[in-house]
């Protein structure tokens, strides 16, 4: 098992918290998704993809709100098998359990909530898929992360200036 980062190779001129809504006196959700080729993985790691590898993909800024993630299959995966979760360091199957990489093109996980719990991250952290099983070569194909994120932090703090003044 290894965990490395893909942050930084699918947003590289984004810094964390630089969403228009961030620190404004107005806030709204935003999404924010990532398209996970599995060859891009596969070149980051340096050597072959394996069960329980935590592939790092979305980051997630202090003072922000997770209202929901999920994944969708883009490309099926070509190897024997695959199932992938998507959650955090602290819950790598928050979000989406088991979903099959091999299956059909527009496949969605199962949605995990039927009452959605809002996480709220004090500390910056990342929107991790966990490779829960693998075996074969894993090579190619595309798995879609998304999450509807909010910026809950103080639009009061010192240093913002407050609207109409």
Do not use: C
């Amino acid at each position: 098992m290894s965990t490395f980062s893909l942050v930084s190779t699918y947003f590289p001129n984004i810094k964390a918290g630089t969403h228009a809504s961030r620190n404004a006196n107005v806030k709204v959700p935003y999404l924010v998704e990532v398209e996970l080729d599995y060859a891009d993985a596969l070149v980051k790691k340096g050597s072959a993809l394996a069960a329980a590898d935590i592939v790092q993909l979305i980051q997630i800024p202090a003072g922000t709100v997770v209202l929901g993630a999920g994944a969708q299959i883009k490309t099926a995966a070509d190897s024997t098998t695959l199932t992938v979760s998507v959650g955090t360091g602290v819950d790598d199957n928050e979000w989406v359990d088991a979903l099959d990489g091999k299956a059909t093109a527009g496949t969605y996980g199962t949605d995990l909530s039927a009452s959605p719990v809002w996480n709220t991250y004090p500390t910056a952290d990342t929107i991790d898929v966990t490779f829960a099983t693998l075996t074969g070569t894993l090579a190619t194909g595309i798995l879609r992360v998304y999450a509807l994120m909010l910026d809950v932090s103080d639009a009061k703090a010192p240093g913002l200036v407050a609207l109409a003044s």
